[in-house]
């Protein structure tokens, strides 16, 4: 194929098209409406770009002029995403201000170093479930007991199937949602990188993934060798728990970049992802 005869085909996208048919959540039809992940009150507004990924000519990047508004999946009914907004999103907004200076260029924080900064953990980690949920809609089908919990406000929220749950802090402008993402480094040590969902959004980034002993066959797995902590009990913290020390839940907190958008890894890895599952990129204004 020429280069001529790939433009005229237009964009090869990768992943799959962020919009699905009935909700992530609760599983009806129709009324789907914008999620935006991380919550928008966490400065995922107006002014941050989100793009579709693709190749064109044999090259990756963009396809077409990033759009402003905000990184959103139309995956969630207009009740479910409400019902999130009114009662996680807040928590989540408040923990991620509390963590903008960690993040600031000129703020210098040891490796691993866990910031003096109080959350609501329960909360926390239920308003970043529903949004790992939304970027995959697949979740809600291959695991129902989620959402189930989920909905019914359950005082504790277990993950089957050895899920975990982890969090790492993120200085990067460019900001991901992926679903089903599985990335293999195929220069120098053997590593992965699977995903159930993964949302990247300054100052974190989260990963829904499966226990890494399980999948021994791949080589080391990246979150594992990074130390992100896994929070997964974080699900099972009290909702009215609203004041926790981070100091006192993780013994490291550490400063992560994807490969994709790191120079010196980027041509290490390779990534494959579904057609079905989306994937969305974008770049939050300094
Ligand atoms: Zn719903």
């Not at 509390?98 to 003096?116: H, K």
């Amino acid at each position: 194929m020429t280069a001529s005869n790939s433009a005229a085909r237009g964009p090869q996208f990768l992943g799959g098209r962020p919009r699905s048919r009935v909700c992530a959540l609760c599983g009806r039809a129709g009324g789907i409406t914008r999620a935006h992940v991380p919550p928008q009150a966490a400065g995922n507004t107006g002014e941050v770009r989100r793009y579709r990924p693709g190749v064109l000519a044999g090259t990756l990047g963009p396809q077409g002029v990033p759009q402003k508004g905000g990184l959103f999946i139309e995956s969630l009914c207009a009740d479910c995403n409400s019902w999130a907004g009114a009662n996680y999103d807040r928590a989540y907004a408040e923990f991620a201000k509390r963590l903008e200076f960690a993040t600031n260029p000129g703020t210098l924080v040891l490796p691993r170093e866990v910031p003096a900064v109080n959350l609501a953990p329960g909360l926390v980690a239920r308003s970043i479930l529903v949004g790992l949920m939304a970027v995959n809609p697949r979740i809600r089908i291959n695991h129902p007991t989620i959402a189930e919990q989920l909905l019914s406000e359950a005082p504790e929220i277990r993950l089957p199937g050895q899920l975990q749950l982890r969090v790492a802090m993120t200085r990067q402008r460019s900001a991901r949602l992926a679903a089903a993402s599985t990335m293999m480094r195929v220069l120098g040590r053997r590593q992965f990188n699977l995903s159930l969902a993964e949302v990247w959004f300054r100052p974190l980034a989260w990963a829904l993934i499966p226990e890494p002993g399980n999948t021994p066959q791949f080589g080391e797995d990246l979150v594992t060798l990074e130390g992100w902590p896994d929070v997964t009990e974080w699900l099972c913290y009290s909702t009215d728990r609203t004041s926790v020390d981070l100091r006192n839940i993780v013994r490291a907190f550490p400063t992560v970049v994807h490969p994709r958008t790191d120079p010196r890894q980027r041509d290490s890895w390779v990534e494959m992802l579904s057609d079905e599952a989306p994937l969305l990129e974008g770049v939050i204004p300094r």
